[in-house]
Nanobody
Framework: QVQLLESGGGWVQPGGSLRLSCAAS????????MSWVRQAPGEGPEWVSGIHATGESPTYADSVKGRFTISRDNAKNTLDLQMNNLKPEDTALYYC??????????????????WGRGTQVTVSS
C-alpha cells in the first residue's frame, strides 16, 4: 500500500536550518507530483511547496519563497525540503503529500490523496 514517511523535523532557533525527507513506497513515485504541506495548531493545512513528477518546475508559497528548496530523487523514491532562515511562523507539522492526478503540483491541498503522518518543526528561541 502507499506509504509516505517523513523525517528530519525538530527544534531550531530562528535563522536556523532543517532538512526534511520523505520516503515513499507502494506506488510508482516517478509518476506523481508531490508536495509539502504544513499545519500549525488550530489552523487548516497550508500548501508549502510542490514539484513535478519529473523533478522539474518546483513551486513555492510566497511565505517560504527564497528560503525553502524542494527536491526529489526518483531513483531513491525520496522527496526533500531544505529549509533555511527559519522563522517562528514556520512552526508546524509538516506533511509529505501525493497529488492524486496529473504530473504537476498545485497549491490546492484537496487534490492530494495520500499524506504521511508528519514531522514536527518548531522554531523558537
Amino acid at each position: 500500500q502507499v506509504q509516505l514517511l517523513e523525517s528530519g523535523g525538530g527544534w531550531v532557533q530562528p535563522g536556523g536550518s532543517l532538512r526534511l525527507s520523505c520516503a515513499a513506497s507502494g506506488f510508482t513515485f516517478s509518476s506523481y507530483a508531490m508536495s509539502w504541506v504544513r499545519q500549525a495548531p488550530g489552523e487548516g493545512p497550508e500548501w508549502v511547496s510542490g514539484i513535478h513528477a519529473t523533478g522539474e518546475s518546483p513551486t513555492y508559497a510566497d511565505s517560504v519563497k527564497g528560503r525553502f528548496t524542494i527536491s526529489r530523487d526518483n531513483a531513491k523514491n525520496t522527496l526533500d525540503l531544505q529549509m533555511n532562515n527559519l522563522k517562528p511562523e514556520d512552526t508546524a507539522l509538516y506533511y509529505c503529500a501525493r497529488r492524486a492526478n496529473g504530473p504537476y503540483s498545485v497549491n490546492d491541498t484537496r487534490t492530494y490523496d495520500y499524506w504521511g503522518r508528519g514531522t514536527q518543526v518548531t522554531v523558537s528561541s
